[in-house]
């Protein structure tokens, strides 16, 4: 045998290096196939033997022997063995027997690690496709979702109880690492989009107010619009973008590295370990945040309105917000940020709680916990609304 | 004591079984992992749960310390049906529980002192002091009390198996679950692994569950165990591993024993005596 080793004999150089080809040749009892060339994956060589084309040569009773001439062969590779071991099935449906002596010595090597045929792959549990059954499913996965929140809800404010009283099973550190993350962190971001928010809204109400003479009146429009909606909504989407997506991937990352199991074994609870701190900080740094926003758009009112308003003086400016905005306003806001806290911490730690444990669930669960952060914001947001028209706050 | 010939005779309950599995069948959603699987762990022995990879190994011992319900079958601990009874029952049990995962899990957001540290602080009366040198003692035990103040994502995957060790003897449980304990170690720290396994028996009177696919720990160590089938979703054999290496004949249980090669598949197995037969 010339070419256990690729390329060995000079006599075939020819053909050693010439483009991969295979043909089959029949003869009376037997049937070869001719396998030729550089039979490499850059050389583009066939990876299986189309169906049909090993056929016995007659209705031959005697099984027939199927052989393999490699004479011609040049350098090889896994290419090789993935035609060969196709040959080898369509061999075995033909009912040949498959003659592999002649093969070389590496391919022999790996034949004998490969199971006859593929195996059938193992099955994902997929849901076939029915509507009707996928609505139904999908409704009751959400009813289901809302309990287990409200389940989560209630047990992390039992073990705000216990961690109140003294034996509880949160550490001090994590609530100040997380208040830190969620407080000062945000400053930056939560100023620069408060304070653009106050001057948009300066900018479109002075051209709109100037056409009344009622420039004054920007000073109202900005401080109510702020104070009880914008500031309090802008900041809540912001740390739903920013505070609620890194929870929701901390904790399915812990997921995944069994983090949370060990936690269960041990018998210490989620709710009061990992999400109390979480919960909490977003808790305790919603509302300063939201002040802190209502003094930032604010700023940002006054810049546009004293720059662009003639009439309207910095001393002025001030006056009037103060007149129109007071304290039940900001008690309003003060509110609605604490509400919007509790949910964005609650939702974005159930989402990490139920993701699944491989990379791709964690960037899935991030995203879930920031679409329904901020959406739930913006749905709270018009209920608190429908609420104070009716109360007429 | 079980033998590697029994496994086809039904298994009694023993009396001094501290854990008893009897037909547990146990799954992921509705795809069965494991079926039928009957176990009994004496109290103070070294029980080992053995069979390939991708068999249930790991899924066993997971809803053996709580956190996988099986479909069917029943758990007991010590005479107390596991799975019965509220939440707080098993809390309870698991008390008694200490549990190396195969990942070693260790909490990622503390040191690996602070890992060790943590049930300590949570479920017993102890003062900084004490729990300080006790973590540095269970450290020392596994050789890592250099490592105390580092973080998991400073240490290596070994060091990180062993950390895991640690914490799980931190409460000083009576039952310990070990899965794959020495993957990942070195020959020498994994034969320390085995003198302080069974020092944790000898010497505490530990009852140790272990995962393990180290052949040389599983004779030195291992009194009792399990062999599990991927294919049949089955345990096929039952016994100490040396049993199961001398005595059992199931040629799989013997391939994995010995160290041998996969069984062949048929296609290789012609292709050999094609080749004899062309007196190559
Ligand atoms: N979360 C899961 N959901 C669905 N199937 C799973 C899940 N985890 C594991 N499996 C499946 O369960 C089977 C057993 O997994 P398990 O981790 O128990 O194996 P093992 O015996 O511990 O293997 P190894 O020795 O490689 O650790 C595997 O075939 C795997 O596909
Ligand atoms: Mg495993």
């Known amino acids: 045998m010339t070419d256990h080793e690729p390329n060995s004999s000079p006599a075939d150089h020819s053909s050693a290096d010439s483009p991969p080809e295979w043909t089959v040749k029949s003869e009376a009892n037997d049937t070869t196939l001719v396998v030729r060339g550089r039979w490499t994956i850059d050389d583009g060589a066939t990876l299986s033997i189309p169906a049909g084309a090993l056929t016995p040569s007659h209705a031959a009773a005697a099984t027939q022997t199927l052989h393999v001439d490699v004479s011609g062969l040049g350098q090889w590779d896994s290419s090789l063995v993935s035609f060969l071991w196709t040959v080898k099935q369509a061999a075995a449906k033909a009912n040949m027997a498959f003659d592999l002596a002649q093969l070389p010595d590496g391919v022999q090597r790996l034949f004998a690690l490969l199971p006859a045929e593929p195996e059938p792959p193992a099955k994902h549990q997929q849901r076939p496709f029915a509507p009707l059954q996928t609505t139904g499913i999908i409704a009751l996965d959400t009813l289901q979702e809302v309990g287990a929140l409200t389940e989560l809800g209630a047990e992390t404010a039992r073990g705000s109880i216990k961690a109140l009283s003294g034996h509880g099973g949160m550490r001090l550190r994590d609530l100040f690492v997380n208040i830190f993350d969620a407080g000062p962190s945000a400053l930056l971001i939560v100023s620069v989009v408060n304070f653009l928010i106050g001057a948009i809204l300066a900018f479109v109400g002075a051209v709109q107010l100037r056409k009344f003479s009622a420039d004054m009146y920007v000073a109202n429009l900005v401080g109510i619009a702020c104070v009880r909606e914008l500031s309090a909504v802008m900041t809540a989407i912001i740390m739903a973008g920013r505070t609620g997506g890194a929870y929701a991937a901390r904790i399915a990352t812990m997921l995944g590295n069994e983090e949370i199991d060990a936690l269960r074994v041990f018998g210490i609870p989620v709710s009061s370990y990992i999400l109390l701190p979480s919960i909490l900080s977003l808790m305790l740094m919603m509302p300063l945040l939201y002040l802190y926003g209502c003094g930032m758009s604010i700023i940002g009112g006054y810049v546009v309105a004293t720059g662009m308003l003639p009439d309207v003086t910095g001393a002025g400016y001030l006056n009037q ?70 109360l007429d706050i | 004591m079980a033998d590697g010939q029994t496994r086809e005779t039904a298994r009694k309950p023993e009396d001094d079984a501290l854990l008893s599995l009897r037909d547990i069948t146990i799954g ?38 709580g956190l996988l319900r099986p479909m069917s079958g029943k758990y007991s601990v010590d005479g107390d049906d596991y799975w019965s009874g509220p939440d707080s029952h098993r809390t309870a049990l698991n008390r008694r529980f200490g549990v190396l995962f195969q990942s070693g899990a260790l909490w990622s957001s503390m040191t690996v002192g602070e890992n060790i540290s943590l049930p300590l602080e949570m479920f017993t009366r102890l003062n900084k002091d004490m729990i300080r040198h006790l973590v540095e003692m269970k450290l020392g035990l596994v050789g890592l009390s250099h490592a105390i103040d580092l973080y998991p994502s400073e240490i290596s995957g070994g060091m990180c198996k062993r950390a895991g060790l640690a914490r799980a003897m931190a409460l000083d449980p009576d039952v310990l679950f070990f899965d794959e304990p020495s993957a990942g170690l070195d020959p020498v720290t994994s034969a320390r692994l085995d003198d302080l396994i069974l020092t944790l028996r000898d010497g505490l009177g530990a009852t140790i569950i272990i995962v393990s696919h180290e052949l040389p720990s599983l004779f030195a160590i291992a009194d009792d165990g399990i062999f599990l089938d991927a294919r049949t979703k089955k345990p096929i054999a039952h016994g100490s591993p040396r049993d199961l ?36």
């Open chain 2, 28 to 65: 992921y959603g509705t795809k069965v992992i494991q079926s039928d699987v009957s176990l009994d762990v004496r109290r103070g022995s070294i029980f080992a749960i053995m069979g390939g990879s991708g068999c249930g190994k790991s899924t066993i011992l997971r809803s053996m310390v």
């Open chain 2, 245 to 280: 290496r001398d005595h059992c004949t199931d040629p799989q249980v013997h391939a994995f024993m010995n160290r041998e090669a996969r069984t062949e598949p048929a296609g290789a197995d012609t292709a050999r005596k094609g080749q004899n037969a062309n007196g190559k």
């Open chain 1, 321 to 390: 917000t103060l007149g129109a905005i007071d304290l039940h306003q900001f008690e309003f806001g003060f509110a609605k940020s604490i509400v919007f806290a509790i949910m964005i911490g609650l939702t974005s730690c159930q989402i990490g709680l139920s993701a699944g444990r491989s990379a791709a669930d964690v960037g899935t669960a991030a995203t879930r916990a920031v679409v329904v952060g901020i959406v739930g914001v913006i749905a709270l947001d018009a209920v608190f609304a429908v609420i104070a028209n009716i």
